[in-house]
């Protein structure tokens, strides 16, 4: 016994779970979503086609189509079974999320949930509010959870996290699990630590600004440059008239790179040089210990093989930075 529906496509509909507006519609490339939507009215008929047609019926590069149907695979949504795909079904999929049996519950556990509840409910509802118009998908729920327990970030820090990535049009889990990963890096679980953090993050991002005037970059640091004023700025906390006094000694360097200057300010740190007075006193030592050196040496005519002549010859090896 066969069953055929007897509806023309001018009265039939293709029904989009709201799950996948409220979890993929919003994060996905615009092209991705066009190819998804296709592949669903597809299956609804058990239609057959290829990528290279699929991308001429959309009017898309065939790289577009393949990537977006990586995408989806990726993300669960999709599952390629040799030359077949399936679509997975989405309202399970989050089901199976949300879904975390408890075998066992303590009295404690339950009076240290509940004295939580009230501020985290607060928190909760105000992101859903603030940040997606009172229309959370569940599975927020379960991430933000897992947030506050892996983390141990307060509420005000959570609603902080959630904000951070809204304004920079980001706010989707794996971006904010990597800023939340980030800021746990950093010691941050109140709002104190939090501010402190920023603080600390302002002035290396001025800093760096300067550094790239002074030295006339015009580029982007990488992200080794990044770390390497993160340590004078943050690590050996020098002011930029400290950190000024060694972009000085590059003048007469035809190329000088970071690696040259952190060795110097990393010099100077190990010796407890705080103050420019300190470093450029420490300076003049090392000029007169450098210009006895020489003097020493003009006097002395040791009878070596050229090889070893020349490593005596390194007056630089019998002096710091000047």
């Known amino acids: 016994m066969n069953f055929e529906q007897n509806l023309s496509m001018l009265f039939s509909d293709l029904n989009v779970p709201e799950v996948f507006i409220t979890e993929h519609f919003c994060m996905a490339n615009g092209d991705y979503i066009k190819v998804y939507i296709y592949c669903m009215f597809l299956c609804k008929y058990n239609s057959e086609i290829s990528p290279l047609d699929l991308s001429k019926k959309l009017c898309l590069p065939l790289k577009t189509v393949e990537l977006a149907l990586k995408y989806w695979e990726e993300q669960d949504i999709i599952i390629k079974k040799q030359n077949t795909y399936i679509l997975s079904d989405l309202k399970k999929l989050e089901v199976d999320k949300l879904y975390k049996p408890k075998v066992t519950s303590s009295l404690e556990d339950a009076l240290d949930t509940n004295s939580k509840n009230v501020l985290r409910t607060q928190a909760i509802n105000e992101i859903n509010s603030v940040f997606f118009q009172g229309v959370m998908s569940p599975t927020w ?22 904000r951070y990535c809204f304004d ?23 709002m104190n630590d939090l501010e402190k953090y920023y603080l600390q993050y302002e002035k290396s991002n001025q800093m760096k600004k300067t550094i790239c005037k002074k030295l006339g970059i015009t580029r982007k ?42 060795k110097i300010i990393t010099d100077w740190h190990e010796k407890k040089l705080v103050t420019a007075d300190e470093i450029q006193a420490y300076s003049k030592e090392q000029k007169e210990k450098y210009k006895t050196v020489k003097e020493v040496a003009k006097t002395i005519t040791p009878k070596y093989t050229d090889g070893e002549t020349n ?9 710091a930075n000047i």
């Open 141 to 162: 729920y379960t991430d933000i959870d897992t947030l506050f327990v892996k983390y141990q970030f307060d509420e005000d820090v959570m609603i902080s996290l959630f």
């Open 221 to 262: 640091l990488s992200q080794y440059e990044e770390a390497y004023v993160d340590r004078w700025t943050i690590d050996y906390n020098y002011p930029i008239d400290i950190i000024e006094l060694a972009l000085k000694k590059t003048t007469s360097k035809a190329n000088p790179s970071f690696d040259y200057i952190d």
């Open 311 to 319: 490593q005596y010859n390194d007056l630089s090896k019998f002096y």
């Open 168 to 190: 920079r049009q980001a706010l989707h889990k794996k971006y904010l699990f990597t800023v939340a990963e980030a800021w746990h890096s950093n010691n941050i679980k109140n």
